[in-house]
């Protein structure tokens, strides 16, 4: 299936919001979705949920024998997999031009970073390592893959443990659990990616969306450590106008920052599940179980922009440029149904008949409409100045 054409009037109404620096999720610019992070049931199986997008990550390994150019060291695979439950535009069984681009940046901040100690994974020189695979399956697409899937990488490799091996000099033994401890990898640093996008009035927003991936120019993905460091870059344009000078120099601090504080909230996660997994303490366990919300069916895949509103609160109402607002004479008026409406306290007959046009005299216009009788009042919001 091909992917849902987005038109004119969504790419003009997302860049009008970004202009005004307003997000249709009501985020600011450069603040990110938040993370939350659960385990499997066996070592290295991770899920991330990034907002709306979600990736499962499983770490496993086998014993192979090592490349002839590096004898002493262990090898690692990475596969990304996306499939039709991700989005409707993917399809299974091939790879497609996003798994590969999003496969390439994971190795160039994991791999090529050399985040990861090799020479430990060896085992017999010149014969037998071992060999990490890493499965990176999407399951949900809401924008900023990569990000998602580096998270949910690096909390897999840090969760992973693997059999402890006795060579004989013939030959090696795999003890199970039962008989030896597993063996945390040996991870020399922890570098995660951070993606922002710029739009045509050159505001740069951290960590987008799907809809706000497609309607940007041009797509800057750091891959940082705890340590301030900057491990991979990959810049994505559509506008030649657009260099990354333009764009790092204002959210390369930001970055940083963001990716000390991430980081640490995965090595808190993953602590916590280590230690009650050898107390056999079930309860603290974030598993996988606790990510479905029960008695509630839901999606994520509309054919829809999707727009949060700022809450109804007395200061959102008040602050609000497009409509001046006299406390002593105003009342929010909540339905079942989710809406709200505003409605002047100028004569209590206003609030208790259902068809009524609501005037005030120190408006020159109509407010707005008394709701129509099938919509149920559920709450009442007076904007008192005391």
Known sequence: MKEITLTNCERNFINKCIEEETRLDGRKLLEPRSVKIYFGSSWGCCMVSLGHTRVVTQVSCDIQQPKTSRPNEGTIRINVELTPLAAQHFEGGRQSEAAILISRQLEKCFKDSKCIDLESLCIVADKKVWNLRIDVNIINHDGNLVDCASIAMLAALMHFHRPDVTSTGEEII??????????????????ICVSFITFQSGNTIMDPTYSEERVGVAELTLGINSY??????HFDYLTKTMTVKDVI????????????ELVQQIKDAVVKDV???????????????DSIQVNKLTTT????????????DKMAVVEDDFMEVDENKSR?????????EL???FDDSVNKEE???????????????SPSPERKKIDVIDLDSD
């Open 355 to 369: 068809n009524v046009t609501a005037y005030d005299s120190d408006w020159d216009e109509i407010l707005v409409k």
């Open 275 to 289: 230690q009650s997994r050898y107390k056999k303490d079930d309860s603290s366990i974030s598993r996988f179980k």
């Open 228 to 233: 301030r460091e900057l491990c991979s870059l």
């Open 174 to 191: 795999i003890h199970p659990a039962s008989e030896k401890d597993f063996l945390p990898l040996t991870l020399f640093h922890y570098p």
């Open 343 to 345: 409605v002047p306290i």
């Open 249 to 260: 120099s204002t959210v390369s601090n930001h970055a940083a920052n963001y990716a000390t």
């Open 301 to 312: 895949i509309g054919e829809h922009l999707s727009i949060k509103l700022r809450k109804w």
């Open 332 to 340: 929010i008026i909540k339905y079942e149904d989710g809406s709200a």
